[in-house]
T-cell receptor, first 112, second 113 residues
Framework: KNEVEQSPQNLTAQEGEFITINCSYSVGISALHWLQQHPGGGIVSLFMLSSGKKKHGRLIATINIQEKHSSLHITASHPRDSAVYICAVPNAGGTSYGKLTFGQGTILTVHP | DAGVTQSPTHLIKTRGQQVTLRCSPISGHKSVSWYQQVLGQGPQFIFQYYEKEERGRGNFPDRFSARQFPNYSSELNVNALLLGDSALYLC????????????FGSGTQLSVL
């Protein structure tokens, strides 16, 4: 079992739909990152959260530390939201200090 | 302020050669981490440096090495290149490791022929 698992792996939506991407992790963490990667490689950090909920524009991220689960929501999705969304958790222990373990990513395609 | 800058953007090498990749963090950031992303896969952690010291190392062979300079910029060196080293190499910076938002560079695309 991977330390960080995302679902779904692929997601297709129509413009305007509400999107939810889930992330479950098995390692202890101090914070969880949600990242967006567009074709061509550039990665943008969307959120870093350690508790509760954060909102930025149409994006909302929530985390439940007890259940080791986080969700990324996109309201009123738009074709420009099409990208790979990745959750990542840091590992503070041992020789892996600073290591980010990444989920496998969710490929989101939003059709007009 | 400039974001995280990486150079070069693209690089072509042959097997057995050595390569040096460079990363300049956002001004004021003291933490730099390196990741390898093979096409179609998620990034894999290589190194993390904070305050010029190595603070974390991923499961990569000793052919991979890095350092951080007094101005907090960083270099990643890979010796004896293999075909499997072909990947996008990403650098990320933050003020403090683990507990701050990360800022990624655009990456260096390395092709080993």
């Amino acid at each position: 079992k991977n330390e960080v698992e995302q679902s779904p792996q692929n997601l297709t939506a129509q413009e305007g739909e509400f999107i939810t991407i889930n992330c479950s992790y098995s390692v202890g963490i101090s914070a969880l990152h949600w990242l967006q990667q567009h074709p061509g490689g550039g990665i943008v950090s969307l959120f870093m959260l350690s508790s509760g909920k954060k909102k930025h524009g149409r994006l909302i991220a929530t985390i439940n530390i007890q259940e080791k689960h986080s969700s990324l929501h996109i309201t009123a999705s738009h074709p420009r939201d099409s990208a790979v969304y990745i959750c990542a958790v840091p590992n503070a222990g041992g020789t892996s200090y600073g290591k980010l373990t990444f989920g496998q990513g969710t490929i989101l395609t939003v059709h007009p | 302020d400039a974001g995280v800058t990486q150079s070069p953007t693209h690089l072509i090498k042959t097997r057995g050669q050595q390569v040096t990749l460079r990363c300049s963090p956002i001004s004021g950031h003291k933490s730099v981490s390196w990741y390898q992303q093979v096409l179609g896969q998620g990034p894999q952690f290589i190194f993390q440096y904070y305050e010029k010291e190595e603070r974390g190392r991923g499961n990569f062979p000793d052919r991979f090495s890095a350092r951080q300079f007094p101005n907090y910029s960083s270099e990643l060196n890979v010796n004896a290149l293999l075909l499997g080293d072909s990947a996008l190499y990403l650098c990320a910076s933050s003020g403090i490791p683990l507990n701050e938002k990360l800022f990624f560079g655009s990456g260096t695309q390395l092709s080993v022929l």
